[in-house]
């Protein structure tokens, strides 16, 4: 399965394997501070705002704005080369923290920003599914 | 650092473009040979070289770990030799350390030399190698992330949030490419037009293939001592005047304001240290790589309002005998883009015009101007002020 995805693959640190366990199950998990309740994306091993190692898991709303995008042409790292043109974007989730993901079901030239997205899981190999946007609304 | 500690009396460069015949280390050793005859020291003078990391390059990298400049270079009596990155933010870096060697009397005379070969590599790989320079392998390259896009979304939400017009950032490679046209080692030789740069083929949106920076074979090379030293040995040292750094982030989903970054803070900084303002500048050189960052560090810079910095470059007043002369070499866009050399370049142009030494792109009287460096997705702001004098 590996072998045919033949695109890069996120490689989990110990304190992300909880939220690729969590796209497997279409589950958005974002780790909470349960000390002064900051959460980190990406995930470290400790609270970056207080130092503090406890934490727990949310489910994110899955839905955020475009804070801003870019629709690559050309000149994509060869093992993306045969999608261009696709559309990369910032997402600021409503729980208040930017992702970056890939823009789905949605014309590269019809992408705006502040416009209203939602999570969509697609599954990339059978260890990992990554997490694209879509405008919310749409059919799919 | 105090004002005025430190200064730069001497530079060395190779001409910048494709140059698949030329090593690393024949680069190398070219902008090193060069800075020290522009200097007229003694080589066993030089008592501390730093290779600056050369982005993708790993042989030579450990070639220059393990001494291979010195020894090549004949410097009999050299006590340091080390290899310093900071990425794009690395001619940052490398003055820092020398001021290391420098301040604490464990050198006298310091040779930092970058060299970069991308003509080794295929079009693929340096697109690969970008994206892991400025992008996360966990949490975006597996998304297709890549450089130009991360440049692409800046400018879009700096556009979105300003109003600045597609032109106006076209107006910034023009500008660049006047100046190119007057330095003898740019790659780029041809004029361009604002029609020519937005009708050219999109690479990512807002950016076509004008307003992306060319990776290019590359190197310069300085010398550096302390102020007081640098008096003896040249007429014209340029001294170092005042500096402002930054960190913020190494995913740009990190950073707070896509549209400043960091970089008005550590701009402030340095104009203080200095006792100068952003008026008293006769050059301004802005490593943005990017339009819209080009733009937006202009701004951070004082010379233009928020929003105004794209008016100012469609306007002419960063050309040749401008207001503000802008980016003398060209820059990354058009000057070429050498990794980590992009910065050193342009410290090297910094020093040959206040030193008088700019050729046909000498801005006549140049006494005092700011520089800055970055690496990463933008993820650290210095800024620098240099002068032939210490105000």
Known sequence: MTIEYGKPLPQAQKWSKTFWEGTKEKK?????????????????????????????????????????????????????????????????????????????????????????????????????TLVMFRPVNSNR | MSKGEFAIISTGEVACGYYPERTHLEIASLVGYKAIKDAGV????????IGQMSIMGNDY??????????????????????????GGGSSHAVRKAAEGLLGTGAAELV????????????????????????????????????FNALGGMIAERYMY????????????????????LLQDNSMQKKELTIKQVLNARMVATPYT?????????????????????????VDKPVYLLGEGSRFSHRNLTKAKDLTRLVNEPPAMDAYHQAGLGPEDMDIAEVYGA??????????????????????????????????????????????????????????????????????RAQVPGARF??????????????MSILGNEIP
């Open chain 1, 28 to 128: 958005l998990l974002l780790k909470k501070c349960k000390t002064c309740g900051n959460i980190d994306f990406p995930p470290y091993l400790y609270c970056t705002e207080c130092m503090s190692t406890e934490y727990e898991w949310i489910e994110s709303s899955q839905k955020g704005t475009v804070y801003s995008f870019s629709t690559t042409y050309v000149g994509a790292p060869p093992a993306f080369a045969g999608e261009q043109p696709y559309t990369l974007v910032f997402v600021d989730l409503v729980e208040g923290v930017r992702v970056l993901s890939r823009m789905v079901n949605c014309d590269p030239l019809d992408v705006r920003i502040g416009m209203e997205v939602e999570a969509v899981f697609e599954t990339a190999t059978d260890d990992v």
């Open chain 2, 42 to 49: 003694n080589k066993n003078d030089i008592d501390a070289v």
């Open chain 2, 61 to 86: 990298n450990t070639e220059v770990t393990f001494g291979r400049l010195p020894e090549a270079l004949g410097l009999k009596g050299c006590k340091n030799s080390q290899l310093v990155s900071a």
């Open chain 2, 111 to 146: 040779l930092v030399i970058h060299a970069q070969k991308f003509s080794d590599f295929t079009p693929g790989q340096l697109a690969e190698g970008f994206a892991k320079a400025g992008c996360d392998p966990e949490w975006e390259i597996p998304y297709g992330m890549n």
């Open chain 2, 161 to 180: 949030e300003t109003g600045t017009t597609p032109e106006e950032l076209a107006a910034v490679c023009v500008s660049h490419r006047k100046w190119a």
């Open chain 2, 209 to 233: 293939v004008y307003m992306c920076n060319l990776l290019a074979d590359g190197g310069s090379a300085f010398i550096m001592t302390t102020g007081e030293r640098a008096r003896k040995l």
């Open chain 2, 290 to 359: 990017y339009p819209a960052n080009i733009v937006m560090f202009f701004e951070a810079m004082g010379f233009a309002r928020r929003g105004e910095g794209g008016r100012f470059f469609r306007e002419g007043h960063t050309w040749p005998g401008g207001k503000i002369p802008t980016c003398t070499n060209g820059e990354a866009l058009s000057f070429g883009h050498t990794g980590t050399g992009v910065g050193t370049a342009l410290l090297v142009e910094s020093v040959r015009q206040l030193q008088g030494k700019a050729g």
């Open chain 2, 369 to 382: 101007l700011i520089e800055n460096c970055g690496g990463g997705a933008w993820m650290d702001a210095h």
